[in-house]
């Protein structure tokens, strides 16, 4: 994804910070690993914020979704059920909120969050990815509910419209617009043969969520 190149240097400073301060460094890092097109994924997130005067914990969970900045945009097109699904999985992976996505997805049968096995517990997957450094499920959820949707061949509302089987240039353009890959990204998984295989997420007509799943 597009934030990379930044979140990979603050890794980097990090890891130097760590290696000149001794003990306790090594607890608040994770590993990285290749994200979309081969890119370095970022660095991990902090999941209790400390207050700089007390050194204790503020409650406050954050993850790569705090204060993203994006927002939706009105969907007129979407059938009541899909529109507030989308609007409540959005709200909820900007508070972080695994446990609360993770209902949400045991309400369907057969919800897909990773093509390694998602017979375990998604919110712990999801809350793995985020502090070790794995992934940006959170933010990539609330990306691609701010993009253009489509339709898949199951009649399913998807999200972003370049994972549907006729996706246009637009749609492609659309990803490296917003932010969300590099034009090398685009490019890579274009030539592949396989289609867009970044993140992407899925809800049927009647507000089931089928999946948030990147890979192929």
């Given at each position: ?24 460094g090594d607890?608040?890092?994770?590993e990285?690993?290749?994200g ?13 914020n ?12 954050t ?41 949400i ?17 998604p ?22 509910l701010?993009l ?36 090398s ?32």
């Amino acid at each position: 994804m597009k934030r990379s190149p930044l979140l990979v240097l603050l890794l980097a400073l990090a890891l130097a910070v760590a290696g000149c301060g001794g003990g306790g460094g090594d607890d608040a890092l994770g590993e990285t690993a290749a994200g979309p097109g081969g890119e370095t994924v970022e660095a991990p997130v902090a999941t209790d914020n400390n207050d700089p005067e007390t050194g204790t914990g503020t409650g406050e969970v954050t993850c790569s979704a705090t204060d993203s900045g994006l927002a939706l945009d009105e969907a007129p097109d979407l059938p009541p059920p899909v529109a507030e699904l989308r609007e409540r999985l959005f709200s909820l992976a900007g508070q972080c909120d695994y446990e609360g996505l993770a209902a949400i997805a045991k309400e369907s049968e057969g919800f897909t969050y990773s093509f390694g096995g998602s017979e375990g517990d998604p919110a712990q997957f999801w809350r793995n990815q985020e502090e070790g450094a794995l992934g940006e499920p959170m933010y990539a959820l609330q990306m691609v509910l701010s993009l253009s949707h489509g339709r898949n061949e199951g009649g399913s509302f998807v999200w972003p419209t370049a994972a549907t089987e006729n996706a246009t240039d637009e749609d492609w353009q659309e990803l490296v617009d917003e932010g969300f890959y590099f034009p090398s990204d685009i490019e890579q998984m274009r030539e592949s043969g396989v289609g867009y295989t970044g993140w992407r997420t899925g809800i049927t007509p009647d507000g089931e969520w089928q999946f948030l799943v990147e890979g192929d």
